[in-house]
């Protein structure tokens, strides 16, 4: 059986290899791709990049800086891909994708409700950060809301990353591979969480559907 932490071996060379040969500017280029929901892990970027601050190629805060603010680009991409999207691919063509009028005004209420926090926590966790811009932009979250919202919830992700690699220092794969058990339980959480929409879904709807409140 493969070990699960080998499954990602290859792209995570391919991050150390960039953060190694273009410092500061690789961590800009991948932490760019990873917000912008390309799957570039985060984990390999920050820990390598703490690792070069313990062998002093530059600060934790210029790490830390770039890789936030890199963070904070990478999601405006994946903002405008859901705000102009909307029109031209789930309004038009939602039905094709089982995506209902209905499904939207449901995202649009939840975000008006819940965007803030949802925005600001899903930041601090794996996989769901990635992803979270796409929704925010399909809703017309506030763009300035969302992207001061991001950049406070990129910062203590990437802080934290940066300085267990800074302190870890040549183990900071060990911290790699201890964390991809986290990824995949947040993995099974939102495997459980679209079975339950699906399920609810197939009932009468989305949460907040007029009509399954009615029934």
């Known amino acids: 059986m493969v070990p699960p932490a080998s499954i990602t071996d290859p792209i995570v060379e391919v991050a150390t290899d960039v953060v190694a040969e273009l410092g500061l500017l690789g961590i800009f280029v991948l932490m760019t791709l990873e917000s912008a929901c390309i799957p570039v892990p985060s984990e390999a970027t920050m820990l390598f990049a703490g690792f070069n601050v313990s062998d002093g190629e530059y600060s934790l805060f210029a790490a830390v800086a770039v890789g936030s603010v890199a963070n904070l680009v990478g999601s405006w991409i994946a903002y405008g891909i859901g705000y102009y999207g909307r029109?031209?691919?789930?309004?038009?063509?939602?039905?094709?994708?089982?995506?209902?009028?209905?499904?939207?005004?449901?995202?649009?209420?939840?975000?008006?409700?819940?965007?803030?926090?949802?925005?600001?926590?899903?930041?601090?966790?794996?996989?769901?950060?990635?992803?979270?811009?796409?929704?925010?932009?399909?809703?017309?979250?506030?763009?300035?809301?969302?992207?001061?919202?991001?950049?406070?919830?990129?910062?203590?992700?990437?802080l934290m990353l940066t300085f267990i690699g800074q302190q870890a220092g040549d183990r900071w794969e060990d911290w790699k591979d201890s964390l991809h058990y986290v990824d995949y339980a947040v993995a099974a959480m939102i495997v459980g969480g679209l079975a339950y929409l699906l399920i609810r879904r197939r009932r009468g709807g989305p949460p907040g559907d007029p009509a399954t409140e009615a029934t």
Do not use: N, Y
């Open 87 to 158: 029109v031209d691919i789930l309004e038009k063509h939602g039905k094709k994708l089982h995506i209902s009028k209905s499904h939207l005004q449901w995202a649009d209420r939840w975000f008006e409700r819940h965007g803030d926090a949802t925005v600001f926590f899903t930041r601090m966790l794996p996989i769901i950060r990635t992803f979270i811009s796409l929704p925010a932009g399909v809703a017309r979250m506030p763009f300035w809301r969302f992207s001061l919202l991001t950049l406070a919830g990129c910062i203590p992700w990437v």
